[in-house]
């Protein structure tokens, strides 16, 4: 799904290329790369196989490898020069999961940091809403610079929050200070994310790129978005006279003083495209739909634009790129089939697949002729989250999209007006706001508590509304699951910042996707909308099952693998401990051991493999947001809140259980991290003797939660 923020952010990112090239049948003939600047020597990664010097991590945006029609290849089926690039030369892990909810902002920045909503500020995104002292709501993007505020209220709350005031650790930190430089390319919030609010929080209200901004507003934008270089300690790339600015983390764990920045493309591509304008990968100069040269918007990030970028990066000092590539079943910029989506098979959807397929072919290529490869690069692909399709049947039945082209009389979301069908079907009027979503989060106007009797004849009202399938033509409730504060909390779906907190979240069936209109039907309040047709955010296994492929030094080569479960707080830690190098933080996440090579393990681990890999699978069962313990207390939520016994007592019973299991969770879940955090990167060598002393504990103490959990349920 596109990367959709409203009035402050018209597109998303895009730049960076190369040198001296032209190219010829689609290959590079002549691509005068310096050696030398494509390996840096004072980047120190420390990877135990001594072979890493550089790192290319790309997340795509609903890019999937599952088949979404059995007869249509999946889309990573369609791009071969990645699908086999992964399985011939590392792991590609197909059981890999979301957080909540499952949209592009929160999943890409629990990938960047391995940290939950609940510890990185962001559960509920691509906006999200907060509560004001008076009891009303606002809206306010997720996508913003790393250090932006909520707002501009005096002493706002940082939109990236991991405690009370605390501005959460940045990703590229751990890499800079072993001296590498960071590149980000459309990469969320590690770059500028619009030009009204990060143009002030980074180059200053009265800087001469704020005056652009009021000058032109359209060039401001491509040359100061999207793109960025975070650069190591006193190195040239990000000098004042490049326009480096000073790269500020108020709240780093540690500290970080030093250090500058380039923002944007237009200070970005002299470095790494001294010769002219960067072009894509195709030889097209970058530039956005209205010819303003630079990051061509979020959307605008097709494979030959991103992998452009971080080829030029690797290219020139900066061996460290993070890169986002935009979704290929949405229609984007001039294409005549825009406005409405693509389903599986369409001829545009193939078409723009082939275009992503051939760009990997040529980025592979180019990498190769420059020296970077999997025997030195940590790789890692990805995509924020998996999609359901909501549409009918194709035709013909049959089609397979390469051969027999699909086409679809009707696609698109079930959009329903949750305003109205409340009051029409439960004559609920009480005012509210919501954050619309296929996974809706309401927040009821004046904050009211969860025991509320307003709230929770409000509970009942949402867990119990109907519509009728346009696709199926049944009568079905809407909902599936609903979590209040309680098990948002246990769901790591609760922040540092109380006042971010819904009052009500609801897990709808993943046709759907649900807004507050009008306060009735005269306009239906069920009808398909055909711009949108790939739905995420909800708890379904179609959207929250995604995929990770790692290659490089230290990586095994298991081809294709589901015995793993592991969810996207694991990359981070993974590639921390691949690399050698460590967070100031403790992660959500764990170090993924299965997919190790020997000499990869840290020494700890090595001495006893099978209990770390046992107490990390233990780990994500209790403690990941879509692990089994989770889908059990969801259930148990949505019991409680959909109950209504007298004086409410069923409810207050169950929501009193959750807590009381949360707390218990919360300290096995705790043991467990500290265990796995210190034997990944701790030098203590009597840690693994503590280990095995506490080795049954965990498993016991899980054993009795998953027992309590299915008694409750």
């Known amino acids: 799904m596109k990367r959709s923020w409203g009035v402050l952010f018209p597109g998303v990112l895009l730049t960076a290329l190369l040198l001296t090239l032209f190219i010829a049948n689609g290959q590079y003939a002549n691509a005068a790369v310096d050696k030398k600047s494509a390996d840096n020597n004072a980047c120190k990664l420390n990877s135990p196989t001594g072979a890493a010097k550089h790192v290319i991590s790309i997340q795509f945006d609903n890019v999937h490898f599952t088949r979404d029609n059995p007869n249509v290849p999946s889309d990573l089926e369609q791009m071969p020069n990645l699908l086999n690039f992964i399985k011939n030369n590392g792991t590609m892990l ?152 000073a790269d500020v983390l108020p709240n780093e764990p540690g500290g970080y003083t030093g250090f500058n920045a380039l923002f944007g493309h237009k200070n970005v591509v002299p470095q790494i495209s001294p010769a002219g304008p960067l072009q894509d990968l195709d030889g097209q100069v970058i530039q956005d739909s209205k010819q303003h040269v630079g990051f061509p918007g979020f959307d605008g990030m097709s494979a030959a634009v991103s992998l452009s970028y971080v080829a030029a990066m690797q290219e020139h000092n900066v061996p460290v790129t993070y890169a986002y590539i935009s979704d290929a079943h949405d229609p984007h910029g001039s294409d005549p089939h825009s406005g409405v989506a693509y389903g599986p098979g369409e001829a545009g959807y193939v078409q723009t697949l082939k275009s992503y397929d051939d760009a990997f072919g040529k980025f592979f290529a180019r990498l190769e002729k420059d020296g970077i490869n999997a025997s030195n690069t940590v790789f890692s692909f990805s995509a924020d989250e998996n999609d359901h399709f909501a549409g009918g049947p194709p035709t013909p039945a049959n089609c397979d999209g390469i051969t027999v082209p699909c086409t679809y009389q009707q696609v698109g979301e079930v959009n329903g007006n949750l305003t109205g069908l409340l009051a029409t079907q439960k004559n609920i009027t009480t005012p509210f706001a919501v954050h619309a979503d296929s996974a809706p989060n309401f927040y009821l106007q004046g904050n009211p508590a969860r025991q509320d009797p307003t709230t929770r004849a409000f509970d009942r009202a949402v867990g119990s509304l109907t519509a009728t399938n346009p696709y199926t033509g049944k009568e079905e409730q809407i909902s599936n699951y609903l979590a209040d504060p309680v098990e948002m909390k246990f769901l790591h779906m609760v922040t540092a910042d109380p006042s971010r907190t819904p009052t009500l979240t609801m897990f709808a069936k993943p046709d759907y996707y649900l807004y507050a209109g009008a306060p009735n039907c005269n306009q239906p309040c069920i009808q398909i909308q055909s711009g949108f047709a790939w739905n995420h955010g909800d708890l379904s296994p179609d959207i929250n099952n995604t995929w990770l492929g790692l290659v490089g030094p230290g990586v095994r080569h298991l081809g294709v693998d589901h015995s793993v479960w592991a969810d996207q707080t694991d990359l981070r830690p993974t590639l921390m401990s691949l690399l050698g190098l460590k967070d100031d933080y403790t992660h959500d996440g764990r170090a993924l051991f299965e997919v190790f090579t020997e000499k990869a393990l840290p020494q700890q681990v090595r001495s006893n493999k099978n209990f770390y890999v046992r107490l990390g699978q233990l780990y994500k069962q209790i403690n990941a947001p879509v692990g089994q313990l989770s889908m059990l207390t969801v259930q148990i939520s949505t019991n409680a809140l959909e109950s209504d016994s007298p004086n409410d007592q069923t409810y207050t019973n169950l929501e009193n259980e959750l807590i009381s299991l949360t707390t218990l969770r919360d300290t096995v879940a705790h043991q467990i991290q500290n265990t796995l955090e210190t034997a990944t990167f701790g030098a203590n060598a009597h840690v693994h003797v503590g280990a095995k002393v506490q080795q049954q504990d965990p498993f016991k103490q899980s054993q009795q939660l998953f027992k309590k959990a299915q008694q409750l349920r």
């Open 94 to 245: 197909s059981n890999y999961h979301t957080p909540l909810i499952a949209h592009t902002a929160g999943d890409i920045l629990t990938s960047l940091t391995g940290l939950y909503g609940e510890h990185d500020g962001m559960p509920v995104s691509n906006s999200y809403r907060y509560f004001n002292a008076d009891g009303t709501s606002s809206s306010t993007p997720s996508f913003t610079y790393w250090t932006a505020p909520v707002s501009t209220a005096p002493n706002a709350q940082y939109n990236m929050i991991t405690a009370p005031n605390t501005n959460t650790p940045a990703p590229w930190v751990s890499y800079t200070r072993a001296g590498c430089n960071v590149g980000s390319v459309a990469t969320a919030n590690t770059v500028l994310e619009n030009i009204n609010t990060d143009i002030p929080t980074v180059f200053g209200a009265n800087s001469p790129e704020a005056a652009e901004v009021k000058a032109n507003s359209g060039q401001a934008y491509s040359d100061f978005v999207g793109i960025g270089i975070h650069c190591a300690q006193n190195d040239a790339t990000c000098s004042s006279a490049n326009n480096g600015k």
